[in-house]
């Protein structure tokens, strides 16, 4: 690993091409996300899930908020995603 820092643009075209390694404009070697990486980003979405439960669950909220705090959460967790990203060398699993 040439533990060069990736810029949040390539991270999130990483993020979009929704492939589980890339290759690193650095040194040229494949790259995958790491497992603690994962971990953090399996973290991050399960409380984004509980936190939208709760909003979901109260039924005097109309509709329409509900969608814009279900896009809301998306937004949220892909924006975040380069943050949490690293990277390894080797294929790791959760």
Do not use: D
């Amino acid at each position: 690993m040439c533990n060069s820092k990736w810029p949040w643009s390539q991270a999130m075209k990483q993020q979009m091409k929704l492939k589980s390694r890339s290759v690193c404009k650095y040194c040229g070697h494949r790259q995958y996300l790491s497992e603690k990486s994962q971990c953090k980003h399996a973290v991050l979405s399960i409380i984004i899930a509980f936190s939208l439960i709760g909003v979901f669950n109260n039924t005097a909220v109309p509709i329409v908020l509900h969608i814009i705090f279900f896009i809301l959460g998306i937004v949220v967790l892909s924006l975040t995603f380069p943050f949490v990203m690293g990277l390894s060398n080797e294929k790791e699993q959760l």
